[in-house]
Antibody, heavy 120, light 110 residues
Framework: QLQLQESGPGLVKPSETLSLTCTVS??????????WGWIRQPPGKGLEWIGS???????YYNPSLKSRVAISVDTSKNQFSLKLTSVTAADTAVYYC????????????WGQGTTVTVSS | QSALTQPPSASGSPGQSVTISCTGT?????????VSWYQQHPGKAPKLMIY???KRPSGVPDRFSGSKSDNTASLTVSGLQAEDEADYYC??????????FGGGTKLTVL
């Protein structure tokens, strides 16, 4: 059974870079049928799609975050990662990684989420 | 790319049906049949309930159904049960391999 697990610091200082990794187990990140995505949810608010990556390295980003986001993939480790630069308190959220179907774009397997707080 | 519009809340009694709307534009909901719906219980990750407007993943009860007309998609929950109380989010393909979510609807089972 495919599982995704987010990892990374739970506290990041303002203006610094948020870095998270998603480890995929029970399946290969190199599947041709899926993208791998990041989604976030600020406290008490809705979901926001951050971006996704294909195993070959093609990336797609939310236009509103594009200037600050980078998603990368390491197929040898079955992992993909998120970097978000110049963070502010508005970036405080639960960050989820998820598998995104290549054909219908639905997010069908999710990690449990990790809370990241931006504070000095 | 603006968020899709959902009502903040919806409610119904056990056994009743409730419909949640999701309004976008011709650049997202109206332009593609790639609308998905997610259920999220407090403190949990979202769960895919509907994809491609009206298809259900394996294991999702047939009480959940989806439809679309022009720029508005809808999720209907029939035969409401206590465990259906949750937040529901729609999402749509928005072109150029991007996705957009709705603001979410809190469903209360009275």
């Amino acid at each position: 059974q495919l599982q995704l697990q987010e990892s990374g610091p739970g506290l990041v200082k303002p203006s610094e870079t948020l870095s998270l990794t998603c480890t995929v187990s029970g399946g290969s990140i190199s599947s041709t049928n899926y993208y791998w995505g990041w989604i976030r949810q600020p406290p008490g608010k809705g979901l926001e799609w951050i971006g996704s990556i294909y195993y070959r390295g093609s990336t797609y980003y939310n236009p509103s975050l594009k200037s600050r986001v980078a998603i990368s993939v390491d197929t040898s480790k079955n992992q993909f990662s998120l970097k978000l630069t110049s963070v502010t308190a508005a970036d405080t959220a639960v960050y989820y990684c998820a598998r995104q179907n290549y054909y219908y774009y639905g997010l069908d397997v999710w990690g449990q989420g990790t809370t990241v707080t931006v504070s000095s | 790319q603006s968020a899709l519009t959902q009502p903040p809340s919806a409610s119904g009694s056990p056994g009743q049906s409730v419909t949640i709307s999701c309004t976008g534009t011709s650049s997202d909901v109206g332009g593609y049949n790639y609308v998905s719906w997610y259920q999220q219980h407090p403190g949990k990750a979202p769960k895919l309930m509907i994809y491609e407007v009206s298809k259900r993943p394996s294991g999702v009860p047939d009480r959940f159904s989806g439809s679309k007309s022009d720029n508005t998609a809808s999720l209907t929950v029939s035969g409401l049960q206590a465990e259906d109380e949750a937040d529901y989010y729609c999402s749509s393909y928005a072109g150029s391999n991007t996705l957009v979510f709705g603001g979410g609807t809190k469903l209360t089972v009275l």
